[in-house]
C-alpha cells in the first residue's frame, strides 16, 4: 500500500520561501501568479497491515516527524 503526505503551512503562517519563489518566478517572467506558499511531500510505502492500522502509523509519523503541527497541516492520502 502507498500513501502520500502532504504537508503546507496553517493559513496566517508567514512563508518567506513562498514569496522568494513568487518573486522568482515574477523575475523569469511567469504572469498570473497570484502568490505561492510552499510546503513538502512525502511519498511512503506501507508494509502489510490493514488501512486503518496504516493511517494511525502514518498519522503518528506526522505528528512526531514529517509535520510540526504548531505551524503546519498534513493532508494524508492512500494511492
Known sequence: MK?????????????????????????????????????????????DMDRAAAEAAIKAACEKLLANTVVENYRIEFV
Open 3 to 47: 500513501a502520500r503526505v502532504t504537508v503546507t503551512l496553517k493559513t496566517g503562517v508567514l512563508d518567506p520561501q513562498g514569496k522568494a519563489i513568487e518573486g522568482a518566478l515574477k523575475s523569469l517572467g511567469v504572469e498570473g501568479i497570484g502568490s505561492v506558499r510552499q510546503g513538502k511531500v512525502f511519498d511512503l510505502e506501507i508494509a
